[in-house]
T-cell receptor
Framework: AQTVTQSQPEMSVQEAETVTLSCTYDTSESDYYLFWYKQPPSRQMILVIRQEAYKQQNATENRFSVNFQKAAKSFSLKISDSQLGDAAMYFCAYRSASKDMRFGAGTRLTVKP | NAGVTQTPKFQVLKTGQSMTLQCAQDMNHNSMYWYRQDPGMGLRLIYYSASEGTTDKGEVPNGYNVSRLNKREFSLRLESAAPSQTSVYFC?????????????FGPGTRLTVL
């Protein structure tokens, strides 16, 4: 069974600093997709970034980037120049052709001014 | 363009009552999903509809039924609510339903069953 593990229930970062959120997953498949979603207090789930497993290059979206280590089954999210608006729950998610989207338990990120 | 909308935003039920959660999307997406979110856990898939006219069970379907009314609308029904169904429910849609698709989420419905 595919499982997604986020080992950090809570993280905090100083405004303008960099923080990395961890995610590992378990799969026997070779073709799959990984996602990071942000859930602010409004509860709206917002896609932050996605990564195709067949691509070696790490995805980047402005201040957000990932470190994708396929062999280690690791998919961490780096937020650079953290802003107050980045405070939210962050969920890592996995999906393959044969399986539904599976989410981790989430990491609550606090940004300190 | 409203994206994915859900009604109601909040609901309180008594054990044994029934209700239907409504979801609609205006992005002409083929696939729609219902998830539940419980404290300390990620979202878990209840049911999904890959395309109009089809529905399939997800990870936690027991106690729920769904209807894909048309391409835009996908409803979730609780026939006899139980306290274990207290949760936040999210509807989502995606263009094709493939594993590469981005899913777009509604704002959620907070349901409490007493």
């Amino acid at each position: 069974a595919q499982t997604v593990t986020q080992s950090q229930p809570e993280m905090s970062v100083q405004e303008a600093e960099t923080v990395t959120l961890s995610c590992t997953y378990d799969t026997s498949e070779s073709d799959y997709y990984l996602f990071w979603y942000k859930q602010p207090p409004s509860r709206q789930m917002i896609l932050v970034i996605r990564q195709e497993a067949y691509k070696q290059q790490n995805a980047t979206e402005n201040r957000f980037s990932v470190n994708f280590q396929k062999a280690a089954k690791s998919f961490s999210l780096k937020i650079s120049d953290s802003q107050l608006g980045d405070a939210a729950m962050y969920f890592c998610a996995y999906r393959s052709a044969s399986k539904d989207m599976r989410f981790g338990a989430g990491t609550r990120l606090t940004v300190k001014p | 363009n409203a994206g994915v909308t859900q009604t109601p935003k909040f609901q309180v039920l008594k054990t044994g009552q029934s209700m239907t959660l409504q979801c609609a999307q205006d992005m002409n997406h083929n696939s729609m999903y219902w998830y539940r979110q419980d404290p300390g856990m990620g979202l878990r898939l209840i049911y999904y509809s890959a395309s109009e006219g089809t529905t399939d069970k997800g990870e936690v379907p027991n106690g729920y039924n769904v209807s894909r009314l048309n391409k835009r609308e996908f409803s979730l029904r609780l026939e006899s609510a139980a306290p274990s169904q207290t949760s936040v429910y999210f509807c989502a849609s995606s263009p094709l339903g493939s594993s590469s698709d981005t899913q777009y989420f509604g704002p959620g419905t907070r349901l409490t069953v007493l």
